[in-house]
Every structure is written in C-alpha cells, then in structure tokens.
DNA sequence: GAACGCTTTGCAAGCGCTTACATTTTGTAG
DNA sequence: CTACAAAATGTAAGCGCTTGCAAAGCGTTC
C-alpha cells in the first residue's frame, strides 16, 4: 500500500467518466462501448493505475490468493512441486502466499491462520494428519482445502497424493528381494507426520510378511538433515549383527547416511546398502546414485491446482487423484556381501 | 475471503461492545480496560475471529506484506536465503508473498506488478540491473525496494549483498595459483543478469592480470541446469588443447560439470578441476565435494529482512551492507596435472 | 415520428476495518 | 459532595472497489 497510487477515482476524472465504468472495463470489458474502453485504457497507462487489492477484496470477498503451508523450504523436497503449483496458478491469475511450517503443528496452525487472515480463497496443505483444533478451524471457515502428499479414500477430503505406506512397503520389498535379512530404518519422525508415519508402517509391513523378525530391525526417527542423518547412522553401525541395508525416510536423510558412511571409510553399497524416498535432484548426485521411490512431484503440483481451484470456484466439484510412485534403481543398492 | 467468517461487528455484538473497542483491543489493547478486553478476547475467541484483511488494509493503507521476486525456486540455490528472510519478517507479524521470474526480466516486471497491486508494502529483488520500465514503475510507486546478491555503492538504492566480481576473481586467481593456465569458463547467461555478468567479469580480470591470454579461455554461457552444464562440459572437452580447470559460474552449474564429467570416465580433479559459486548443500555432497564461493545467505536474508523493514516504517533509515564470501575448498579443485 | 428494446453509463449502497473526535464513566482533589 | 481531569468507550466518516438498479442514448419498426 503507498500513498501514491491512483484510485479509480483518479482514472475516472482523467478518462471523463464514472469510477463504475472503469471498474467494468477492468472486470468486464465487453458490457462497455468500445470508444471508452480505448479512452479509459489509455487513463490507466498513463497513471500507471493498479488496482487497489484490499478495496477489491473487500468488494468482492474474493481474493484470488491460495496459500499453501509446506512442511520446509529449506531443502529441495516440496520446491519443484510447489513450483508446478505456483506456475499452474499463475495461468490462472491466481497467487500464491508461502507459508511454511518447519514441521510443527502448532506453527503449522499458525501460519494457516495467516493465510486466511490474508484472505487466502483456498489452502494447499501437505499431509493430511492435523490436530482437532487446525481441523476444527478449517471446518468452521469452510475453507476449501486440498492435502498433497498422501492419499486416502476419504469422501469429505479432497487429495492430490499417494499411498506413502504402499510405497514404503515397495522399497522394503526390493532391499529383502537383494536378499538382505538385516535391516535398519531411519525414519522421520512420525508424530504429526502422517507421510513419515505411513512410509514406516508400510516398510514394517512388508519387512514382517518376508518373515524378518521386526524386533531385529532397529528404527531410529530423527530430523530430516545431514547431521542428523550421520548421527543415526553412528548409532546404527555401532550394532552387532551390522545391518546390510539401511532404509531411509526420505533423500534428505539417505544422503546424509550415505556421505557419513562413506567419510567413516565404508563402502555403499559394498559394505552397506542405502535406499531413499522422493528422489529429490541431489539424488542423483551423490556417489553412488540413490536408489529411491520416485515422486511425481511436479505432476502433483499441477493437479492439485486444477483440483483445488475447481473446488474454489464450485465448492463440491475439485476431485481427489491418487497418483503412482515407482521405484528407481541408481548405485546404492546391492545384494549384500556375506 | 469466506462467506462464514465473523466480522468486527459480530464480535462486538457477542462482547456486548462497539466494533471501535473489538479494534482497539487488537491494535492497542492498553488502551482498553483490563475487564472490558478479557470479555472481548473471549467473544474473539469463541466465533474465532480474524480480521478481515481487505478491510484492514483499506483502512490503515498498510497490508504487512512484503513481496519477492526470486529467479527460481527449483533449485536450492535461494531456498536457505529466503528462509532466513521470512523467519525474520515473521517475527515482526509480516507476512511473505514469494513469486519467481525463471530468470526473465519481463516475468519478473510481471511479478512485481501482481506483488503491488497485491498490496506488498516492499520488495526484496535479486540483482540490481533491471529494464528501464521496472525501474520507472518502482520509482513511480515509490515502493522501498531492497536488492541482495549484489552490491554497488550506490546511494539511491538498497543493498544487502556482496562484491560478485571481486569473488570471482578471487576463485579465479586461486586457479591460477594451482598452476592450472589453461582454463574455461562456464557462465550463467549475462543479458539481464548482473550477478552471472559480474561473476564473468571478475574472472576474467584476473584471468588478465595474471598474464594469460583472454582469447584462450573458453567462456560458455548456459543456463543453470545439470543438463545444460553436461551440454557445455561436452563442447569443452572436445577442444584442444584441452583446459585443465573449468570455473563455474554457480554451484549447479559446477556439479552439472562434474557429473558429466565422471560419467565420460574423466576423474576429478585428477584430469579436470572444476569450482563452483554460491555453496549450495548439493556442493558438499556431490564426489568430490565442491571447491567453491560461501555466500552468506542465511545472513543475508535476515539483514535483508530488517533493512527493508527499517526502510518500510522510516523511509531512508534502511542501510546497504555489503557481506563478503570467502573460498570454501574441497577436492574438486586440484593441481593441473603435466 | 412515436414506441419499443437494447446497449451504455451513472448513482449510490455497501464490503470490514480504523481512527479522530465526541461522549460517558471513573477517579481524585479540594 | 462538587468540580475537574483522565481513562474508557462510542459515533461516524471514510479507505477503494464492485454491482444492482435507474437513467440515458440510440437504432428499429410500424
């Protein structure tokens, strides 16, 4: 906001008609005479008018802003699906208000707040598992809220996700299929993570249907970084029997173990194997490339704003999609060595 | 903006009070008696009110928004800065409105243009070298704009950044102290972007001075992709005689190379030394880990955050501040080998 | 050339909030 | 108990925009 800018009024007096003409020039172009509409576009140039947002947003209780709360944005995981998001938008004149969590509920809770004190029209929420009070809200406002990230066959929510805890399973499955027998997991952490909590079940449940004894399997939950990462990894290779394969979380933490692993002069995948989950860029970076589940983040990203605006503009009408993850097979992932 | 909502004058009703005490207990509530707010907290907290912000905005013509225009959000590159800079304006209550340009000067004036009539209160940019029209249209407005990533000692604008010619020369010159005379250079495309033409320009000033022939040198520009760099990478090892040190003009670019590089079998930086520019995570994971320019993002951001503000609330108090990089060394950078 | 319908434009009432000013309440001194 | 100042609250006028409705302009038709 600044002092400076012209008013509808302004252009009215400059173009020598009524504030209402040049809102419906502005709005809707075709229900004023084409000779004005010259005379009053070139009042607007001239000013340099822009429309002033919290007068418009006040006058049509729209705002054309969505939010969306992510759980970081200081590593690379949500960036290239909210930059589909974003780009999907955009095409739609829509924009986009950033906020984001750092993995807390209660500033997840906050910074929805924000957005809809900011007049956010609708909210991208990643994940699905909040607390009764962000739930409650969001109810009482009737906000039109779509979760990214997971998947459930839930009718009164909208999803543009997939299954984390079959993917988890898929990737447990491939490491037992190398014949690895002894594993170890580190995980995110699961309280108010639905996705972390999902992609451990998942890879529990297939380690249990192979028949591996899950009290052998240690799981550590830790934050998503490097140092981080390298700290569970000292836990884990301190153990007797050593685990063969250690299945991480999320990239972040893959690589984190990988580079620990690697500085402590181990081999990967000789002496040990690791696998990752989101193949995020640096994925295929490290030495050796990460074996990890694929994400169609960006495919997400622009379905979710399909769906999402749709559910704005026709409350009832945005649908959920559930979308498929698969595996891909770079170097850090081999048969263990006896 | 929501159907549901509460407004001032509910809450008064609830409160048994005028819609003027509801906002005084908001905006100065030392102002209002100690009985009188409580019962006022407790009406807000019951329909769970927040303010309409159109309506604030109108009324006080200020939103607490502040916007930025950043080149990219795929790559990590801005992602740590950014951060910094919104935990710092979220502790003063303003909100963050975050669009990206792909590096295009005419999407970035887009941007802007949606960032102001959004109501931004101030703008953060990257880079300083912007078309005329921008600059016509910032200035018209009178909008504080604060620069990072670069800086000039020039008393009409805001800076929060550093020298990028005189860090590439400095990565430039410790090459060349290697030993390494025959060199390349792979920059980011200039046109429009004055940090990748600094970077450029600083390199080959020192390049100059240390007595080897400018013609010599190779110098792609590209964009910041792994693909593109692989490309670049592919043009310059068929050349001959074949350069011994490749200077990147960022981190993307640098592992891109690298990458390539290894994958056709060259080793680093046994045949090849490759640098980078700007330390991103990626550049200590990448094998071998990356020789590069540490800029202080995280610190930029929150001096950004505080010097737009300052400026926001006092026009002319915000201040430049120049931060300086230094040289982090890692192993891909090493003697030229005879 | 009067009557009609369509298109184009203007008028004016809000949208939810803040704030200068007016009014009432409360506290205090004499 | 009165008079007065200070504190607390209320009143009402906008902030810049949209939009339903009314008015005006204009081209047809008989």
Redesign the pocket.
Known sequence: MN?N????????RAA?????????????P????????RRVQDAIDRLG??????????????TNIVGAVIPSMANAIFAEGIQAFQEELSREKVTLLIGSSNYDPDYEFEQIQTLISHGADGLLLVGSNRPERTQRFLDARRIPTLNVWCFQPDPDQLFVGFDNSRAGADIARLVIEYGHRNLAIVSGICEGNDRAADRLAGMKQAIGAEGIDLKQVTVLQTKYSFEHAARAFDTIIAQSPRPTAILAGNDVLAVGLIERARSLGFSVPGDLSVTGFDDISVAQFVEPGLTTVRVPQVQMGQRAAEELLAEIRHPGSGKSVEMLTHIIRRGSLGPPTA
Chains 1, 2 share one sequence.
Do not use: H, K, M, Q
């Open positions: 002092g800018a012209p008013t509808l009024d302004d252009v009215a020598g008609v009524s504030a209402a003409t040049i809102s419906r020039c502005i709005n809707s075709d229900r004023v005479a084409e000779s004005t509409r008018y822009t429309p002033n947002f919290g007068g418009r947003a006040l006058a049509t209780r729209r």
